[in-house]
């Protein structure tokens, strides 16, 4: 049994909103013994795109904001990462892209529009003048993923399930070849060991 406080149960908020009530924090050796069996580099492949794989930049809701040194703190799934390397200090994912968009003024809304010096500027041109310096233009780039690491806060439910995190990602299947794992996004991913 889990001794979470004079209460016996978990404190409330986000910090444990992914995870069981009953999850407990994985005792430090055997947290030293799966850290050591995984320790190590991985390729990611995904098993199961989540709901923002496929629902474009719009749909960021699933997406983890990463605000890394060099990153411009956007929502990116870890789903878009080539590769993951395990040790005490947590999961280190690297490589890979995302897109990122950007909302530009519109070329119509340049200055070039307004009337020179001692010139006057009929309605129709003044009018087209205001629409047109409100006009966006939303343009979309490929980037490459500053690396993130993900602090590893192993927790174990009373079911027996790994949870990595207070999210909720947890191990599906854990063998000597590769790990699968169940993001908190909604999507499935398998990490398989180099060679």
């Not at 629409?131 to 980037?143: D, F, P, Q």
């Not at 500053?146 to 191990?171: F, M």
């Amino acid at each position: 049994m889990c001794d979470f406080g004079i209460f016996s149960v978990p404190k409330p908020g986000p910090a444990y909103s992914g995870i069981p009530d009953a999850a407990c924090d994985v005792e430090e050796k055997e947290a030293a013994a799966i850290l050591a069996r995984w320790k190590g580099s991985y390729r990611l492949v995904t098993v199961e795109p989540g709901p923002e794989m496929g629902g474009g930049a719009e749909n960021t809701r699933s997406c983890m904001k990463l605000t890394t040194p060099g990153s411009s703190g956007i929502a990116v799934s870890l789903q878009s990462f080539e590769t993951v390397y395990i040790d005490n200090d947590g999961m280190c994912f690297s490589g890979g892209t995302h897109i990122e968009q950007q909302n530009i003024p519109h070329p119509s809304a340049s200055n070039y529009d307004r009337p020179m010096y001692g010139e006057e500027e009929s309605e129709y041109e003044r009018d087209r003048r205001e629409r047109n310096e409100n006009r966006t233009v939303t343009i979309s780039h490929t980037v490459a993923n500053a690396p993130y690491t993900l602090k590893l806060e192993l927790r174990r439910g009373a079911d027996g399930t790994l949870y990595l995190g207070n999210l909720g990602s947890h191990i599906m299947e854990d063998s000597p070849a590769e790990l699968k794992i169940k993001l908190f996004q909604g999507g499935k991913i398998a990490l398989i060991k180099a060679k």
